[in-house]
């Protein structure tokens, strides 16, 4: 029923890999969010981007790209992943400024191998 | 966001049990957003707090912020077991989100 959908659910990849992760939405929201989620943590932001621009980026390792190329799509390049990346990678959407909270997809299920 | 403090980490009750989680911030907020995580599953957001202490209720959970806008807390009446799963409290500020720790809630029959 999540109005936010990613795909692909599960992805398996080579340190040596470069592979997508890729999210969209059709509510009329303009702020995206990449989040990370390690097992029995909560969710750790990565990158919002506010009408189509990054807005905040948490320091992430360059190893991650993101893009946002309409308001309705948001990807996430990955490239050179180590193990430690394994986690379940969540994209949200809201209302610019987070107000009336975020609507979350499913998640991206990754292992880095 | 700023950093919120979340209690219990784990909750374990039986059906028909109370269950509360807390959280607290030593400094002021805006907001407080509550969200349920299933076991394999995604946070979906359950409601918003803003106002110095506001109630909200949704059937059986009850959502308060408190006076002084530093705590916050969730809680449900005769839980059920659909109510397991990873309660997590989250604050908003300048456009950066930061999520409690989380309580884990399971319930036996």
């Known amino acids: 029923d999540t109005e936010v959908t990613q795909t692909p659910k599960h992805l398996v990849m080579g340190m040596t890999n470069k592979k997508s992760l890729k999210c969209e939405q059709h509510?009329?929201?303009?702020?995206m969010y990449w989040y990370k989620q390690k097992a029995k943590k909560p969710p750790e932001l990565m990158f919002v981007?506010?009408?189509?621009?990054?807005?905040i980026n948490e320091s992430v390792p360059s190893r991650f790209s993101p893009e946002c190329p309409n308001s309705s799509l948001l990807n996430l390049h990955l490239h050179a992943l180590q193990p430690e990346d394994s986690a379940l990678y969540l994209c949200?959407?809201?209302?610019?400024?987070?107000?009336?909270?975020?609507?979350f997809g499913s998640g991206t299920r990754l292992t880095v191998v | 966001g700023q950093q919120v403090m979340q209690i219990p980490q784990y909750q374990h009750v039986q059906e028909g049990e109370d269950f509360t989680t807390y959280c607290n911030s030593s400094?002021?907020?805006?907001?407080i957003q509550w969200y349920k995580q299933r076991p394999g599953g995604h946070p979906v957001f359950l409601i918003q707090?803003?106002?110095?202490?506001e109630v909200k209720k949704q059937k059986r959970l009850t959502f308060q912020f408190g006076e002084a806008k530093k705590n916050s807390s969730l809680h449900i009446t005769a839980t059920q077991t659909t109510d397991v799963g990873t309660y997590f409290c989250?604050?908003?500020?300048?456009?950066?989100?930061?999520f409690g720790d989380g309580t884990t809630l399971t319930v036996k029959p």
């Open positions: 949200a959407s809201s209302q610019v400024g987070g107000f009336y909270g975020y609507t």
């Open positions: 509510m009329g929201h303009r702020a």
């Open positions: 981007y506010s009408y189509e621009k990054l807005s």
């Open positions: 400094t002021t907020l805006s907001n």
């Open positions: 707090l803003v106002k110095s202490g």
């Open positions: 989250e604050n908003t500020n300048a456009g950066k989100s930061t």
